[in-house]
């Protein structure tokens, strides 16, 4: 990676502008920062799964070096319990060009699982996810006479097996490392399903956020492996690495951020998946084909101090994660007048502070469950029980979609059946019986009433 000097003076400035912007009382950050029209970006609050930003999220990009997430998490499924296992270097690491970006990991070198993993994740090591491909790919087919070739292909079906398995939905892969073939594409969409998945391993997420990371090695005079993501890397650690960063001073550093992965061909530009905990919100970012360095991380840093400073996290529900229930006819009779609504977990959303009156919600319940009778009631058309999803919660902003929660039933409601009409049955003939018991009894006790006031008449007569 090229060195940051000719960075400085254009970073520096940027960093005064703001510095003084946000010294102000009153003043506001930029809501985000501007984008090109030709890079994909997907913004993610991790916190309530809010979507923040969305561009060209689905359009297909060379992921370049960010390949090196779905390598870590297709050798997880058979490494995560043995990250301190030892593994030998073997020739595989002579696939690699030597002018491509390296850990300079060396052949017959010994290394344990986590290791190859900070000399794939930080200094971004080809020659690390060669060795980890093959190596995997031999312990999940159970055969160590794989050939490197043979085991690298068969890890890149792996990989692309995983990505299907995740969701993804637009994406082929042809290696482990990310060098650039046309044939070799994902999105950012799909790539923050996989790093999102990465990340829930310690490990990883540990090993993402290290600046720089000492390893054992033969290599004579070997310098700490360094982070190839300019905003994890403090001062401190930048001063290892003067040829880098001038004076030892890294301008680029947000003590926010916590990873992820850098990425760079000349054909997929400037990519970065990064993550930040800011104000109780965990972001996490996909910005490819960025122009430079200096575009990618002056937005990487925006996204940060925007999402810190002008958004917020609002609940739609309340503290039972339940919203008011609806009326409801055409049911089982035992089973009550109201269903009650919930969505499971909490229903919150990350909203613009300045524009939170903006935002609106509703509810849709599936028609084929629920038909809509007005605006409180809904008859029932199949029966539902307790936990079934039944609908969802939108969240609007302007009047667009924004984001939706699944909407569940909190009790249960059949549909009325022959039961139902039976038992109704039951009661009017009930109701009828009772008429006609009550009616004769009366008509009987008149009758019995009249009789002995006639007997009475006619004794006082013979008197």
Known sequence: MRSLRSMNKHIVSLFIVLAITLGFPGAAFAAMPSFSGDQAIYLVDEKTGTVLVDQNGEEKFYPASTTKMLTTLVALDYVADKMDTKVTVGDEVNMVSTDSSLAEIK??????????????????????????????????????????????????????????????????????????????????????????????????????????????????????????????VDNGSAALYPDVYENGQNPLYNKEATGVKTGFTDQAGRCLVFSANTDGKNLLGIIYKAADNDVLYGQANEVIESLKNDYKQVTWTDEYN????????????????????????????????????????????????????????????????????IGKLDVKFNGKDYQSFPIYAGNKMRQRNIVDFLFWALIVILIIAFIVLARLYFVSRKNKTGKGAAHSGKRKKRL
């Not at 017959?108 to 900070?118: A, I």
């Not at 995740?166 to 790093?195: Q, R, W």
Request: net charge negative.
């Open 107 to 232: 052949q017959g070198e010994s290394l344990t699982w986590k290791e190859l993993f900070y000399g794939m994740l930080l200094p971004s090591g080809n020659d690390a996810a060669i060795t980890i491909s093959v190596n995997v790919a031999r312990m999940a087919t159970g055969n160590n006479n794989l050939s490197n070739e043979e085991a690298v292909k068969r890890f890149v079906e792996m990989m692309n097996e995983k990505a299907d398995e995740m969701g993804c939905e637009t994406y082929n892969f042809v290696n482990p490392h990310g060098l650039h073939d046309d044939n070799h594409y994902m999105t950012a969409k799909d790539m923050y399903i996989i790093s999102h998945e990465v990340l829930k391993n310690s490990d990883i997420a540990q090993i993402v956020k290290s600046p720089t990371y000492s390893h054992q090695t033969t290599t004579p005079n070997a310098r700490p492996w360094r982070n190839t993501n300019f905003l994890v």
């Open 322 to 389: 339940q919203m008011p229930a609806v009326k409801v006819k055409g049911n089982h009779f035992f089973d009550g007048n109201s269903l009650k609504l919930s969505t499971g977990n909490a229903a919150s959303s990350t909203v613009l502070k300045d524009k939170e009156s903006q935002y609106s919600t509703s509810i849709t319940l599936n028609d084929t469950t629920l038909e809509k009778v007005d605006d409180e009631t809904y008859k029932v058309r199949a029966d539902i029980k307790e936990g079934d999803e």
